[in-house]
């Protein structure tokens, strides 16, 4: 091969990587794309997955944390002496009005902090911060810390992508059943007979269109994050047909791995990216039903998309690689004979 058509070769892989790029450009527009993007990648398209199952019957792939909790979450969590208190239902609200604690200034709420969980418990504590994501995961790891089941629901706006809402939902050994709790909301629903539902009631009733479902706050000292039970109801409802559950609970096991904390201070994008390469981040599973076939639909597109992208990419680059290689090596070799 001569110098020139090796050259001709490289700037051909070169384009090829520049086009594939460029075709996922629409979906850099903003953040939200960004994790539909993710999403996409995580997503498991299973046909029929349950929802139903208990913590003594927890799906084989479902990842659950295996790694002890931090010293300092066991420490906080000794220190709000939930050994005291009745059951584990009890403690999840003790564990949540701790989080909310100080939570007063209208203009920090919602404020995302998406750092790791030392940094993110600080500020929520000491300056009232964090969004949905933030309380989720900080709330699991004091829940874990205190031996309590906990698993963890979202739903989207717009089509399985960044705009939406997660929530928690904690096992109840008394009664036998998963509980809702809102933490970044500050509130729980509540059944005819004032008794806590879990999260999947709780949408059913908002599919029916119910709007009164009466609610409690978990910290009623703090700010809620809706005026009333119908507020919380129509919020609810703009995903009804975009919900998904993150397929583990091992926020410590994330929280910890290489990648994630080599990555996690340059970009929160290259962070969840390198914790999916390492094999960290929980997957999604969908609720699946008619009216979000077809939105789920597009999300496979889309992984193959991204799959068949990356693949390009890689492949081009490796060629791209020798033939830069052999260019050099080929000139290097016409110097010497001159």
């Given amino acids: 091969m001569t110098q020139r058509s090796r050259l001709r070769a490289l700037l051909f892989c070169l384009l090829v990587v520049a086009a594939a790029a460029l075709s996922l450009l629409p979906h850099f527009k903003d953040s939200a794309e960004l994790v539909r993007m993710r999403n996409a990648l995580l997503m498991d398209f299973v046909d029929t997955p349950s929802f139903d199952w208990k913590p003594q019957a927890t ?34 609200v003790a564990i949540g009005r701790h989080l909310l604690q100080n939570r007063a200034n209208q203009a920090t709420m919602g404020q995302a902090i998406q750092s790791d969980l030392e940094q993110t418990y600080a500020l929520i504590l000491g300056e009232g911060k964090g969004y949905c ?29 960044g705009r939406g809402h997660i929530f928690n939902e904690v096992w ?22 004032g008794q806590p539902m879990s999260g999947l009631e709780f949408r059913e009733r908002v599919r029916l269109g119910a709007d009164d479902t009466a609610t409690r706050p978990v910290e009623p000292r703090a700010l809620q994050g809706f005026a009333d039970p119908a507020a919380a109801a129509r ?9 998904y559950m993150w397929w583990g609970n091992a926020v410590y096991t994330y ?60 492949a081009a680059c490796l060629a791209a690689a020798v033939l830069g290689l052999g260019y050099v090596r080929a000139a290097r070799a016409a110097a010497r004979r001159r």
């Avoid at 944390?65 to 709000?80: I, M, Y």
């Avoid at 290489?258 to 981040?281: C, F, K, N, T, Y």
């Fill in 255 to 314: 929280d910890d791995a290489l990648l994630v904390r080599l990555l996690g201070p340059l970009s929160r994008s290259l962070e969840q990216l390198g914790a999916i390469a390492q094999g960290v981040h929980p997957r999604i599973r969908v609720l699946a039903e008619p009216d979000n076939r077809g939105m789920v639909e597009k999300m496979r597109v889309l992984r193959m998309h991204l799959l068949a992208v990356l693949g390009v990419s890689v």
């Fill in 59 to 92: 799906p084989a792939d479902f990842v659950l944390e295996r790694a002890a909790p931090s010293p300092q979450f066991s420490a906080r969590v000794q220190a709000l002496g939930l050994e005291r208190l009745p059951g584990d239902w009890e403690r999840a």
């Fill in 133 to 161: 994501a933030d309380f989720s995961d900080v709330f699991d790891a004091m829940a874990l810390a205190a031996g309590l089941k906990v698993r963890t629901w979202a739903f989207s706006f717009e089509g399985f992508g």
């Fill in 172 to 193: 109840d050994e008394r009664r036998g059943r998963w509980l809702m709790i809102d933490v970044a909301n500050n509130f729980f629903p509540l059944d005819e007979a």
């Fill in 235 to 243: 919020y609810y409802r703009r995903g009804l047909h975009q919900w």
